[in-house]
Each structure stands twice: as C-alpha cells, then as structure tokens.
C-alpha cells in the first residue's frame, strides 16, 4: 500500500522558515515524481514544487522560486520542501503527491497527474 505521510508544519512569523518532509511507502523509490500542492481556504489547489526520480530535475511556481527549494534523500524515501522568507499568503494546507509509475521524464505541477496524495500538513505564516 502506498503511503505518504508529511510532516513539518506549523505557525512561523513572516520571514521565517520551516522544512516539510514527505516520508513515502509502499513503492520503489525510484520510478516517481513527488509534487507538493497547497491549498488556502476559499482557494483551489495549486502546485507548489516537484521533483523527478529519474534525473532529479525539479520546478517550481514562478511565485515560489528563490524561496522554496525541493530535494529528496532516496535512501530515506522522503522528499523535502524548504520553505524561505515565508509570507502570510503562504498560509495553506500542504499536500505531498506522488506519481506512480511516472508516466513522463518531467514532473508536474498539475494535481491531476498525481495518483496517490498525503493527508497535509497545515503551515500558517503570521504577519
């Protein structure tokens, strides 16, 4: 059964930062894309950053980059995002998603691509 399970959240002020792990199970970790998602109340869902198995390569929202960087330890079978200089408006539920089998040589930032999601993790940035 496959399982991803984050972690990592919680309240940070304006300007900090804070890690989300995304331990997954339940497959090899070697054919997938990891996509982290969040999602603000009243707003739809929207793709954050992902990450390849087969060369690393990531993206990233153009909103993001330069302040959210994902990587992955496959020895440990968890992908991370780290979050900088966090903002109010990055108050969201963070969800971790897998693609599996991969069925591109890229990931997406597109929810639908996804098969197989975590249950989130909440981050709540304060101005």
């Known amino acids: 059964e496959v399982q991803l399970v984050e972690s990592g959240g919680g309240l940070v002020q304006a300007g900090g930062s804070l890690r989300l792990s995304c331990a997954a199970s339940?497959?090899?970790?070697?054919?997938?894309?990891i996509g982290w998602f969040r999602q603000a109340p009243g707003k739809e869902r929207e793709g954050v950053s992902c990450?390849?198995?087969?060369?690393?390569?990531?993206d990233s929202s153009d909103s993001m980059k330069g302040r959210f960087t994902i990587s992955s330890d496959n020895a440990q079978n968890t992908v991370y995002l780290q979050m900088n200089s966090l903002k109010p408006e990055d108050t969201a539920v963070y969800f971790c998603?897998?693609?599996?089998?991969?069925?591109?040589?890229?990931?997406?930032?597109?929810?639908?691509?996804?098969?197989?999601w975590g249950q989130g993790t909440q981050v709540t940035v304060s101005s």
């Open positions: 990450i390849s198995s087969s060369d690393g390569s990531t």
């Open positions: 339940g497959f090899t970790f070697d054919d997938y894309h």
């Open positions: 998603a897998a693609e599996h089998p991969a069925v591109s040589g890229f990931c997406s930032l597109i929810g639908a691509m996804y098969n197989y």
